[in-house]
């Protein structure tokens, strides 16, 4: 199977907190994507990791793929308000038309 | 505007009545893509565009739906005879070509069929 399960689906923290978010499959990826979704908007794109082993950072938000590429992490230090959305990994589809296919989501809420 | 746009933003129809719904891309995108975001199944590709032409329509659920792109950029997505089934945020995309590409996404028009 090439789906993305994420975890976990709903995540509600104290503002100042550490999180993960974890995206996984038992396939091999080429690249995975992470974004980001508030409500009443589309998704926007955080990242995109494509080697394995590959860390990167966006202020707090530090992104990392696994060493064979079948699983990717989302990490938040120090959680604020204004990281509250859905986050969804995605992977491109078969064909090379661009399509993508998402993982659920993790809906996270973080009270000031 | 610079980004994708949809329209309307929220649509409620009767079931069984056909809705069209509509998306600018980003001026000079080629690839344009329609999503589909549910509670119950998340975010579901639906079908692409590489300029007028729709190689990739394997997402589309049913016969009911369909789509069009004129001109190398406005889409249409119809769905015909609509089910409560159908009710769904639709997400529209353009990428400046096909392939592994950011894609932008538009606010979506979220569908309500009673």
């Known amino acids: 199977t090439q789906l993305l399960e994420q975890s976990p689906q709903f995540l509600s923290i104290q503002e100042g907190e550490n999180l993960t978010v974890y995206c996984n499959s038992s396939?091999?990826?080429?690249?995975l994507q992470w974004y980001r979704q508030e409500p009443g908007e589309g998704p926007v794109l955080l990242v995109t990791v494509v080697t394995g082993g590959e860390v990167k950072k966006l202020k707090r938000l530090t992104f990392q793929f696994g060493d064979a590429r079948k699983d990717s992490s989302l990490h938040i230090t120090a959680a604020q308000p204004g990281d509250t959305g859905l986050y969804l990994c995605?992977?491109?589809?078969?064909?090379?038309?661009?399509?993508?296919?998402f993982g659920q989501g993790t809906t996270l809420q973080v009270k000031p | 505007g610079a980004g994708v746009s949809q329209s309307p933003s929220n649509k409620v129809t009767e079931k069984g009545k056909d809705v069209e719904l509509r998306c600018d891309p980003i001026s000079g995108h080629t690839a344009l893509y329609w999503y589909r975001q549910s509670l119950g199944q998340g975010l579901e590709f639906l079908i692409y565009?590489?300029?007028?032409?729709?190689?990739?329509k394997s997402g589309l659920p049913s016969d009911r739906f369909s789509a069009e792109r004129t001109g190398g950029s406005v889409s249409t997505l119809t769905i015909q005879r609509t089910q409560q089934e159908d009710s769904a945020v639709y997400l529209c995309a353009s990428s400046f070509s096909s392939g592994p590409n950011e894609q932008f996404f538009g606010p979506g028009t979220r569908l309500t069929v009673l």
């Open positions: 396939s091999v990826f080429s690249s």
């Open positions: 995605a992977r491109h589809g078969s064909g090379n038309t661009g399509k993508l296919i």
């Open positions: 565009f590489q300029g007028n032409s729709a190689p990739d």
